[in-house]
């Protein structure tokens, strides 16, 4: 089955999003999907709590005298905003866009709380929903005309070195994010011609699809002090001078929940990371006549125990076991315990991973354990998969000649024989939008793989 | 000062919600308002969720055809709806309303999801913004034109008595929400003519606020079969049949954290209720010269003990005591904890309460227990104060003798003597707009207090 055929398709039967609504690209999480997001953001919340951001929620509605403040800005969104015009029946007095993303929203209050460096740095974040007017194809949670869930960070700074460490951290902390749900990814300095518009330079977390596109799913924004002199940041520095602020701003989405659910699926269903998963562990009575009443008492016993640590489900419907395990591999449910009169008699009980399939007999005293062993395994070699499929979507050109037009021969063969990344090693002459041009590919920017700069290039979504 | 003034200062001082953004009625949670918030609706999602309802997210656009899909609903709304008409340079085909609530967006898709019996009870939720283009006067937190924050459930039933069932949970849920926060409440039947456009009937939850204006703070809504039949939200009966499915919503908006700030509020600043406060307990070194090491060291003792149940801050700025208290106080944190060189000596610790300022030495050994037994009767005595102050805002006016003319007089100057809620005992003959009009205050509707039937009047917000 071809990539986006399953993704669909297992969107609508793991009940993650339901696209069927009235307007293109606007669809609808549903409960299963709902908790990964919710999951899955509480973890980038923690991180962002843990390293002093502090959340907050800003207006959905800008004017567009604000948002065209910043002119490269708007240069780079004009064509995709939402604009309200009217209340009620009246025309509005002036039009209000719905945010694309919310730099000029932020920045305008910033300007009243940031008056002298004692007030810096402000790391704030919010958790929110943007809106693009997209023209290209949609797809459910990759390209949204309402992104659902946008989280946004934005910081000021005193110094442009405070700034540069900013980045850092921004880095480190999707990152860690990136590990807890298992994606692995490629990290580029975008090239000129594809960073933010308004920014310095953009840093961007890609990863790599199974049909071997690249999906970018993260970015860092070294804004330096562009935006902090449109909008007038200015503050006054300890030895009484003014100074504009230095600024950073990132941002993770739904891609995010989109890459966990592409990446880690199999041909049964979804294979979720244990600390986003809805269901951590599903129990299943084997029910012989006769023999019911044990087994189900076990099974509370159990799943009352478990219930200390984990997320649990017994699945006690009146239906086959063996539908019940297809229902619950669908949904990605990292483990199913199953429990028989005989596994009572003899104190066991069957573990079944759903990443590798993999059938344990435990004793039943020690389950706590047990499943604490089995989901650190599950953790980490549900990276290290990942990782691996990453791995060899990556392909290393060498570039001895500089012929360009030979080059990009190279380059294109590459492409349509192995998908995936090309890594080219940098050279000056090729690293620009004409280059671009002739690959029919894009230039993601300069990646260090390796411990070697490459130029990265890829075909993206 | 007057309660409006009050109230506009505190949200400034205490860093709750910024409204100096260009647009009215939109404005920003800062950071430590956005705590409550986020405490306040996480308590409501517990309640939601421990009652079987899924949390979800729907779109926040709805295509003009579908807003204006049922009749009464859309003419409830449609002189405060916003308008989306353009997408970048380009007219949109279809005008899109931002949601100013999601009845047609979610019951849309219920179409999809309901066919047959056991598809139903459906109970869902979403904690969403809303939009609505007010044209009376705006107030921060309580009349917006962005709602920040809007948690609508929606719930579908194949039969009546599972709805009205539904009726009585969702009251439960709110009833046990506004204790949590500490807030009394009147719940009233809304008369016809202010019922929820497109309902059978729509039940209230009103409460006082210290101006003696009432404020609606939730609401629940039985729409029987009326949107049902609109959406053509038909599904299979158990005996082979059809039925129109049966359905409820529910709603509570940033109106609770208003509510919240408004009525235990005091002239130092906020008391907040002890599950929703940022801060539950904020500790103060007192410091001395020579001995301020062995402080410090017990405050980090006894910080390291309270985050163990509590939401903690040391406070160990560079400047006078006096000055914390006054900034924590403001901040309306309930607990302050002072520790000085003499208290260390003796084993003790100073808890001050913010609820009443009540000062108490207590053993520091058992100083987890003392907090514990504290914070019970705080949270107590929070509900049973603002009990009191409702309750004193209530009039019961005798009514024997049948004078329309009367009687309306008597309300007006009840009213305009004792502000707050003026309940007269049911008659049918008053209950109507006309004797609305008669005496230039609101009917909440049908009351029930102290086992008695009353119509209740009011000034509200």
């Known amino acids: 089955m071809e990539f986006s055929e399953w993704y669909s398709e297992i969107l609508e039967k793991a009940g993650i999003y339901d696209l069927r609504y009235p307007i293109k690209g ?83 209050m910033m300007k009243q709380w940031i008056k002298v460096h004692t007030d810096l740095p402000m790391k704030l974040y919010q958790v929110v929903n943007t809106f693009r007017y997209e023209t290209k194809h949609t797809r459910p949670l990759i390209r949204l005309r309402e992104i659902m869930s946008f989280k946004e960070a934005h910081t000021a700074h005193s110094t442009q070195d405070d700034c540069n460490k900013q980045i850092k951290e921004a880095i480190e902390i999707y990152g860690k994010f990136f590990d807890e749900i298992c994606i692995p990814v490629i990290i580029s300095k975008r090239p000129e ?42 503050f006054e520095t300890p030895d009484g001078n003014k100074d504009y602020a230095y600024q950073t701003c990132y941002g993770i989405s739904d891609r995010a929940i989109a890459s966990l659910i592409a990446i880690h699926g199999d041909e049964k269903g979804l294979v979720i990371p244990i600390d986003v998963a809805p269901i951590q562990i599903v129990l299943i009575p084997l029910l012989f006549k006769g023999k019911e009443e044990i087994v189900i008492e076990k099974i509370k016993e159990l799943s009352k125990i478990l219930k200390t640590k984990y997320r649990v489900h017994v699945d006690d419907r009146d239906i086959r076991p063996g539908r019940k395990y297809n229902d619950w591999e669908i949904k990605g449910v990292p483990l199913r315990i199953e429990i028989g009169p005989r596994d009572i008699e003899e104190g066991k009980a069957v573990i079944v991973r759903r990443d590798n399939g993999q059938k344990m007999t435990v004793e039943a005293f020690n389950i706590l354990n047990e499943v604490e062993k089995t989901f650190e395994d599950y953790k980490a070699s549900l990276l290290q998969k990942a990782t691996e499929k990453l791995e060899k979507y990556i392909t290393v050109i060498e570039n001895d000649k500089k012929d ?33 041009g002739l690959i029919d590919a894009s230039v993601l920017g300069l990646t260090t793989y390796n411990g070697k700069e490459y130029i990265s290039i890829a075909r993206t979504y």
């Open 26 to 108: 606007c669809g609808v999480y549903l409960p299963y999907g709902f908790k990964i997001r919710r999951y899955s953001f509480e973890i980038l919340r923690k991180l962002l709590d843990d390293t002093n951001h502090d959340e907050t929620l800003f207006p959905m509605l800008i004017p567009e005298n604000l948002l065209a403040k910043e002119g490269e800005h708007i240069k780079g969104f004009e064509d995709e905003v939402y604009w309200v015009t009217h209340g009620g029946k009246s025309p509005l007095e002036i039009k209000l866009a719905l945010r694309p993303t919310s730099e000029t929203t932020m920045y305008y």
């Open 193 to 234: 011609w594809d960073k933010f518009p308004g920014a310095d330079y953009t840093m961007a977390f890609d990863t790599i699809f199974p049909d071997g596109k690249t999906m970018q799913i993260g970015t860092v924004h070294n804004l330096g002090q562009n935006f902090a002199k449109t909008f007038e940041l200015e």
């Open 404 to 436: 360009l037009l030979l080059l990009s021969e190279k380059v294109k063969f590459a492409l349509s024989e192995s998908k995936g990344i090309i890594l080219v090693p940098y050279i000056e002459s090729i690293y620009n939008e004409e280059f671009e």
